[in-house]
């Protein structure tokens, strides 16, 4: 079974950073594509970013193109998340996915595997 483990969430004020990391340990991590969701209190799970097996493709939700960075290091079969310029509109839990192959996935339904969450909060 594969497993992912998000770290990095945290509180910060409304303009600073954050870094989240995925940790997979699917053999196969370095041909799937992988996401980013996020949750906020009483809201749907909605798309944040996609990052293809090899990470030079690369789509983000309108919401946070710019602000935010996917990138991924296969050595390390580890994804990252970085935030910058975070509004309170972006507090929510994060959640990374991973497919089983090597097509980019914008809703749930296109991943197979789910890390358990990192929660993120930003203050005004």
């Known amino acids: 079974q594969v497993q992912l483990v998000e770290s990095g969430g945290g509180l910060v004020q409304a303009g600073g950073s954050l870094r989240l990391s995925c940790a997979s340990s699917?053999?196969?991590?370095?041909?799937?594509?992988m996401g980013w969701f996020r949750q906020a209190p009483g809201k749907e799970r909605e798309f944040v970013t996609t990052?293809?097996?090899?990470?030079?493709?690369?789509d983000y939700a309108d919401s946070v193109k710019g602000r935010f960075t996917i990138s991924r290091d296969n050595a390390k079969n580890t994804v990252y998340l970085q935030m910058n310029s975070l509004k309170t509109e972006d507090t929510a839990v994060y959640y990374c996915?991973?497919?089983?192959?090597?097509?980019?996935?914008?809703?749930?339904?296109?991943?197979?595997?789910w890390g358990q969450g990192t929660k993120v909060t930003v203050s005004s």
């Open positions: 990052i293809s097996y090899g990470g030079r493709i690369k």
């Open positions: 996915a991973e497919a089983s192959g090597a097509r980019l996935g914008y809703t749930t339904n296109d991943y197979v595997y």
């Open positions: 699917a053999r196969t991590f370095s041909n799937n594509a």
